[in-house]
């Protein structure tokens, strides 16, 4: 009988031991659940990582250097006559191209299919283009043209020049410290010195190369020399 109670009190303490060691090895899966707390804190680390990335995108601040490239290219303005609507449909397309305000130079009084008679010397348009200080009278103003930074003038070719009311419109504003850029059209003319007394009156600014379009250059023609001009 001894033997036996000797033995069930072994088997007892070796039970005893192996419950024991069951609870010791409840620890790791506590530590496991510690762990996937671990996991967690990286996944927010990870979280936080692209945060700048996405911040980055979205934060206003971002923006801040495209703004100023528009703020130093400043805006722009497409100012033409047309008497004829020919340059016109080239200060539309120009316009359409650059994001530029469009402005019509339109004369007090407006010409006539008679006035445009170049074969009559009499005409209104032969009378002005043969007196230099002649200068026609406008209708209307640019609205705050201190926002405009550059400008483009166009105009058709009179007599190889631009018509007188050019003149006026460019006697009429400061220009000083703004880039002026010219553009004209005509049947068969060529740019050549066109803008010579425009360049006098604004001699304050800076001028570029203008440029002669036919009535029916295409928007492609005329976005290909605007945008070779290197103006933002």
Known sequence: MKMKRIVSIILALAMALSLAA????????ENGGNTGSTQSTSSDAETEGKRPENTER???????????????????LVAYFSATNNTEGIAQKLADGLGAD???????????????????????????????SARPALSGSVENMDQYDVVFIGYPIWWGEAPRIMSTFIESYDFSGKTLVAFCTSASSGFGG????????????????????????????????ANGLGIK
């Open 22 to 29: 069951c609870a010791g090895g409840s620890e790791p899966t």
């Open 58 to 76: 979205s934060d206003p601040e971002g923006s801040v250097p495209e703004t100023d490239g528009d703020a130093e290219g400043g805006k722009i």
């Open 194 to 225: 066109s803008d010579n007394a425009l360049r006098s009156a604004a001699s304050g600014a800076t001028w570029l190369k203008g440029q002669r379009f036919s009535a029916g250059a295409s928007a492609e023609d005329v976005m290909a020399w």
């Open 102 to 132: 469009l402005y019509e130079i339109i004369p007090e009084v407006p010409y006539t299919t008679e006035d445009l008679d170049y074969g009559n010397s009499n005409s209104r348009s032969s009378v002005e283009m043969d007196d230099p």
